[in-house]
């Protein structure tokens, strides 16, 4: 819900913006990943798993959201 509000935000505030100087039609694409921690987990595979879905959203048409199940 985090993830896709700020995805919202940033294309409603670039769609239009007040100031002509500001870039039109500016968009983020974002990976959300969550683990629980343990001795087993390394915080380098949770940064993979998001890094992994941010590219997934790239390939799936930008401007979107990507999450883990």
Known sequence: MVAEGLRRGV???FAAPKD???????????GCASM???REVESA???HA????LYLAKRNG????????
């Open 11 to 13: 294309t409603d505030a």
């Open 62 to 69: 930008r401007n979107r959201v990507e999450k883990s199940a």
């Open 36 to 38: 629980i921690p343990g």
């Open 50 to 53: 998001a890094d992994e879905l």
């Open 20 to 30: 002509p100087a500001l870039p039109r039609g500016v968009t983020i694409s974002l």
């Open 45 to 47: 595979a949770l940064i």
